[in-house]
């Protein structure tokens, strides 16, 4: 067990360093994209939602094609990774790079592994279940694709994405202020208040 354990956090810290060489260039700007990202001031989530609103809003009056909107997206993507490591020394200042922002820059980089990870351990759990409980596995996929759906056919595409961006986009500052702790206790306390009212009713 502790061998296994040993191979999977050098594993990590394998893929960690290996990332970390990967993104250095950006290390500047995720740094200040994180401080962001965990409303290290009270404002950010206003800015957060600001900047969304502006994009989707450009978006819906621009009306781009999927093909025309997938295409200026990659070139968005292919400009920031040829322009950010040039440019973030010159816009961030000098190239100091203190004790506290590598270990932060590490982190973040073990943080982004740790999810790949979780992402790829529900994805093989799925499969597990298709070859545990077939049964299982069709009613709940079939279920949630359906739920999906649905949404999908009540609320409109561009507003779907939006809330679905925003909410992603909030979810580490809620986290880390311990918002979603909070209302999750409260939710599992009033589920335990209705199961004893239930329990005392059956009694």
């Known amino acids: 067990m502790a061998e296994g354990d040993n ?21 500047e700007v995720i740094l200040a994209g994180d401080r ?5 001031k009270p404002w950010f989530p206003a800015v957060l939602i600001g900047v969304t609103t502006l994009v989707f809003m450009l978006i819906y009056y621009l009306d781009p094609s999927v093909l025309t909107g997938v ?8 400009l920031a990774d040829y322009l950010v490591p040039t440019l973030a020394p010159r ?3 000098s190239n100091k790079w203190t004790t506290e922002q590598q ?28 070859e545990e409980k077939p049964k299982m596995y069709f009613l709940s996929v079939i279920s949630s694709l359906l739920v999906v759906a649905w949404i999908g056919q009540q609320v409109h595409n561009l507003i779907l994405t939006y809330l679905i961006v925003s909410f992603l986009l909030l979810l ?8 979603i702790t909070k209302y999750a ?12 009212q239930k329990e005392k009713k059956n009694e």
Do not use: D
Request: glycine share 10%; aromatic share 10%.
């Open 7 to 27: 191979k999977s956090t050098n594993l990590y810290a394998q893929e960690t360093a290996q990332l970390e060489e990967q993104l250095q260039g950006w290390g």
């Open 91 to 93: 816009v961030f200042g």
């Open 172 to 179: 580490p500052g809620l986290n880390q202020h311990g918002i």
């Open 71 to 78: 295409s200026c997206a990659v070139m968005i993507l292919c």
């Open 185 to 196: 206790g409260m939710a599992k306390r009033e589920i335990n208040k209705l199961l004893k």
């Open 36 to 40: 962001v990202l965990r409303w290290e």
């Open 103 to 130: 270990q932060r820059f590490h982190e973040i980089c073990g943080n982004l592994v740790k999810s790949q990870h979780s992402v790829g351990g529900w994805w093989k759990r799925l499969f597990a279940l298709k």
